[in-house]
């Protein structure tokens, strides 16, 4: 077995050009296991991107960890079998990891990513509940409202329709 350790930075990150992350500083340790046929690659991942907020749409810090296993194996060309398998060709006989390493990391970025409370962006917070829908009896004019209640998480509970409560009766297991 034998283990690698890279350090992954802004440089990295530019050279690969993705979508999602433009800078970082992620360290990733590789265990390298090989069996009779294959190369069993165990990745680690740990550190912080910057990605930019859901809400507010500036830069912030996001943290990374993934733990990710990679299966290499030798054919005649190049191809991806399943997530985890990969076919490279014989004569060649390497992988360039960069790009697996950075889907590992992107894939490990919540949908949702936000700043802490109070660390969004004002102008853009203001503007938000400037154009929000909402009636004089929620927020008055000089009321100033936290990010959280800008912007309430999908799993905060609801007020209930009345025309749902109804439903809520009845016994769909007697069907």
């Given amino acids: ?3 690698y350790e890279y350090e992954l930075d802004r440089k990295f990150f530019e050279a690969i050009d993705g979508d ?6 992620v360290t990733v340790t590789v265990t390298v296991k090989r069996t009779s046929s294959t190369f069993e690659c ?4 740990n550190g912080v991107v910057q990605v930019p907020c859901t809400r507010c749409l500036d830069d912030m810090d ?3 960890e993934s733990k990710n296993r990679l299966i290499v194996k030798f054919g005649q060309e190049y191809s991806e ?3 985890e398998i990969v076919i490279i060709p014989e004569d060649e006989g390497e992988i360039n990891i960069a790009w697996f390493l950075y889907e590992f990391i ?3 970025i919540p949908i949702k990513h936000v700043h802490p ?3 969004c962006n004002r102008a853009v917070s203001s503007k938000f509940r400037k154009h929000r829908a909402v009636t004089a009896d929620e927020v008055g004019e000089d009321e100033v409202v936290a990010d959280e209640e800008d912007f309430p998480d999908d799993e905060e509970e609801q007020t209930n329709d009345p025309r749902w409560d109804r439903l809520k ?3 769909i297991d007697e069907n």
């Fill in 42 to 45: 165990n990745f680690e991942l």
């Fill in 169 to 171: 009766g009845l016994n």
């Fill in 20 to 25: 999602e992350v433009r800078k970082g500083n």
């Fill in 62 to 64: 996001q943290v990374v």
């Fill in 81 to 83: 079998e399943s997530d």
């Fill in 1 to 3: 077995m034998h283990t």
């Fill in 106 to 108: 992107a894939l490990s």
């Fill in 117 to 119: 409370v109070g660390e």
